[in-house]
């Protein structure tokens, strides 16, 4: 029984020896694929950061000339708008006095009319 427990102790010890050692050159590649991961996420970080940056500067032009045109149509319809009041309320203006006119024409020819009758 001694050498069957010796037989398979020996085995124990070169299945675990085996073990270590493919188990050792996983996490020898696994760490040397994550090294060259995080050199190329470096250099990707790197390479989008060189890039933003004009990037955002073209941007904040663009968006400058967009708010710069958007505030200019703006005064230019309040422009507009303040026109069209000011011509809108002239007719307004002229309906009245002429109702007015008219009122008194109307007056007048009712007063005239009821002289002559007498």
């Not at 060259?36 to 060189?50: D, F, Y």
């Not at 422009?79 to 002429?98: A, I, L, S």
């Amino acid at each position: 029984m001694d050498s069957t427990v010796q037989i398979g102790l020996i085995v124990l010890i070169y299945t675990t020896a085996i073990l270590l050692v493919l188990i050792t050159i996983f996490l020898i590649k696994l760490i040397h694929t994550s090294t060259r991961l995080a050199k190329t996420l470096s250099k990707t970080s790197e390479m989008i950061n060189t890039e933003l940056e004009p990037t955002l500067k073209e941007l904040k032009e663009a968006l400058g000339s967009v708010n710069s045109m958007a505030k200019s149509a703006n005064t230019q319809m309040e422009r507009v708008r303040d026109t069209f009041d000011k011509v809108m309320c002239v007719p307004f203006m002229v309906g009245q006095k002429m109702r007015g006119l008219f009122s008194g024409l109307k007056e007048g020819l009712s007063a005239g009319i009821k002289l002559f009758r007498k």
